[in-house]
């Protein structure tokens, strides 16, 4: 017999940032720049309130069902710092991040998440999708709306999340296989938090990554820390650009833990490990960046105190905006469906409405 | 002029507008080089190049999947699934997003695609490969289920259905593919969509059809009239949403109403049909609604097909008794 390797790989991990928020020697440019720095921890704390204020908004039976981000939030802010106004974003149901950095706005996010169609109609946005409820499907429509940009030579790249427990659905391998073959500028985040709901990383896959799971589509995988809001942009950055030039898709695994529940109708108590949590909180992103910001004379408590004002003032004005917003009528229910209504329908609609007036 | 066939009607359709529109894209398994296992595509990446005309992975959720992205991006993508009973891992995809993205963004995302594929049984096709499962579509608010009877038809509905705002799903009955030529002019002309044709007038009975199925109803009307009952006979055409109006007029006029299909008979378009009817009609019915459907079981493998699917001696034998009602 006669044995040779014919195919081997390696999975690349990237952290720019530890968790004492010591920079790495090779640390990127971006990341020196003070101004970008401190945006992007004041993006990351905006999140965290905004997370906040939306479970409050849920208990007090104001708002229905909302994941948050807890824990989470330098992915989506990473990743979503790193695109231009012309990529398009495939969220799914914790991609509350890039959302914000893509110009949906809060009012929106709390519209949908309050019920209402409106939040999903963005009003900068325009091209993103609204966000994929339905596990994993969204790694297929970034691939389909990547096609149409890669028929039309425009360079533009598609970015899409899913959680680590979404990776075993087929649609993820259908999609980042057909994005493999097509050569297709799609960027696939795996927000590897821990947890699918109750359903911890080990009876998820027996690879010792997610990111590998790309290795089968013939596309690159990179493990990065999802914690690090450095490595997460620099990584998202590079294979932001590589969509965009014809360079092809990647797979980003970004290695994070959910500190919160599944959504406000999870109770993590019942599963999830105190000790570990505990652990994970050393480890959040927030702290880390802080303290590399102090490191650099870059923030102070004055600062936070500025920052905390501000930012209540701006999540207070959206959940106003989001209260006062009008309530759908009932001819919304049918107005959309097709761009004409069928004739069949039209008594219902007519019907809807009449009651609705009652 | 040319007389064609009803597969080469859909291929000349899907060329027409290929060659006339820019953002119509084509793509399946198989379709490509080898122009699709039944030929629908035959030729057509070679005169539109492999841009346009595109092998897929074999992934029937992939490729409705890359139908919503791509259409969400302004291209009318045409995605062919390779039958109809390998269409169920990509109901998913239609489902939830195809048949939802314009009502879920208040009309900001739309979904012009088409979604072909052949159905139906009569050709001793292997397992999986002959089903009608027509309902399951017709049943999802915000899809249209188009189903051509006969060559013009398929040529004029394909075009409508290509040039649609939203999503269509367009069967092809394949048992019919080759049996009938008709002359169809390649003029780039479509035919309404949520509109019935009525193909034979008469004043006793309606009969109701699609598909396939058209031909068997065909062929009983011109027995019947030969017993001296003349029947009107309809081709539903598109199946959801129904033009129920055509439907109405014709029952008003006949007072009796039989609904032939291939699918099973419970929880069916034919179950629907008969709704409307007793619901919007029943004054004016003369008889109970017959209906001539394939059995409530499962499709047979091909040696009983025949037993399963619905025969012109079957709706004659329906008519006869609905007309025993005076």
């Not at chain 1, 004379?297 to 105190?305: L, P």
Request: glycine share 8%; aromatic share 8%.
């Amino acid at each position: 017999m006669t044995t040779t390797t014919v195919a081997s790989f390696e999975i690349e991990y990237h952290q720019y940032l530890d968790a004492n928020g010591k920079p790495a020697k090779d640390i990127p440019e971006f990341a020196k720049d003070m101004n970008t720095m401190r945006e992007l921890y004041r993006d990351m704390y905006k999140l965290r309130v905004f997370d906040a204020k939306a479970y409050a908004l849920q208990r007090t039976g104001k708002m229905g069902t909302y994941p948050a981000s807890l824990g989470q939030e330098a992915i989506g802010i990473g990743y979503g710092d790193a695109m231009t106004k012309e990529d398009v974003l495939i969220p799914y149901y914790r991609s509350t991040g890039g959302l914000l950095k893509h110009g949906v706005t809060m009012e929106e996010i709390l519209l949908y998440w309050g019920g209402d169609e409106a939040g999903s109609n963005y009003s900068v946005a325009k091209e993103d999708f609204p966000i994929c409820v339905p596990i994993a499907n969204q790694i297929i429509h970034a691939s389909g709306v990547a096609k149409a940009i890669q028929m039309r030579k425009q360079k533009r790249a598609v970015v899409t999340e899913i959680g680590e427990g979404g990776t075993s659905e087929g649609d993820f391998y259908e999609g980042i296989n057909v994005a493999g073959i097509w050569n297709l500028g799609v960027v696939f985040f795996i927000n590897n938090n821990q947890w699918a709901i109750s359903v911890p990383t080990d009876i998820q896959t027996a690879c010792e990554t997610y990111a590998q799971k790309a290795i089968a589509a013939g596309v690159e995988g990179i493990q990065v820390d999802g914690n690090d809001i450095v490595a997460v942009r620099e990584v998202a950055n590079y294979a932001l650009e590589k969509a965009r030039n014809g360079g092809g898709p990647t797979v980003i695994e970004a290695i994070t833990y959910r500190l919160c529940d599944h959504t406000t109708a999870d109770d993590a108590s019942r599963y999830d490990d105190p000790k570990v949590k505990e652990e994970a909180w050393k480890n959040e992103p927030l702290v880390r960046l802080r303290k590399y910001l102090e490191k650099n004379k870059a923030w102070s408590d004055k600062d936070e105190e500025a920052m905390k004002e501000e930012v209540a003032k701006e999540v207070d004005a959206a959940v106003k905006a989001y209260e006062a917003a009008p309530k759908p009528t009932p001819e919304l229910m049918f107005d959309h469906l097709y761009a004409e209504l069928p004739e069949l329908t039209k008594p219902q609609r007519e019907a809807a409405i009449k009651r609705g007036a009652k | 002029m040319a007389a064609i066939t009803l597969i080469e009607a859909v291929n000349a359709a899907m060329a027409y507008e290929l060659e006339h529109d820019q953002d119509v894209v084509l793509f399946g398994e198989d379709v490509g080089k080898n122009g699709g296992v039944f030929r629908a595509t035959d030729g057509l990446q070679k005169k539109y190049g492999k841009e346009r005309v595109i092998d897929t992975p074999l992934a029937e959720s992939m490729i409705a999947g890359l139908a919503v992205g791509m259409a969400a991006q302004g291209m009318k993508p045409i995605a062919e699934m390779q039958f109809m009973g390998f269409i169920f891992p990509a109901v998913d995809q239609i489902f939830c997003h195809a048949a939802r993205l314009r009502h879920r963004t208040r009309g900001r995302i739309t979904q012009p695609m088409v979604i072909r594929a052949p159905y139906g049984g009569g050709i001793h096709a292997p397992e999986h490969h002959s089903e009608s499962t027509e309902a399951l579509f017709s049943h999802i608010p915000g899809l249209k289920v188009v189903i051509p009877s006969n060559p013009s038809r398929a040529y004029g509905l394909m075009l409508a259905a290509i040039r649609d705002p939203d999503p269509v799903i367009f069967l092809e009955p394949k048992r019919v593919y080759r049996i009938v030529k008709h002359e169809v002019e390649d003029n780039g002309e479509e035919y309404p969509l949520e509109a019935c044709f009525v193909d034979r007038e008469g004043s006793d009975i309606t009969l109701i059809s699609w598909g396939a199925m058209m031909h068997e109803t065909l062929q009983a009307a011109e027995k019947l009239a030969a017993e001296g009952i003349e029947a009107e006979v309809i081709d539903v055409a598109t199946v959801s949403p129904i033009d129920m109006d055509t439907i109405l007029e014709s029952v008003e006029k006949t007072g009796r109403a039989c609904i032939i299909q291939e699918a099973p008979k419970s929880g069916s378009v034919g179950s629907e049909i008969a709704a409307e009817i007793a619901e919007k009609g029943v004054l004016n019915l003369l008889a109970p609604i017959g209906r001539v459907s394939g059995y409530d079981t499962v499709m047979p493998y091909y040696r009983l097909e025949k037993q399963y699917m619905p025969t012109v001696d079957r709706i004659l034998d329906e008519v006869r008794t609905i007309m025993e009602y005076k």
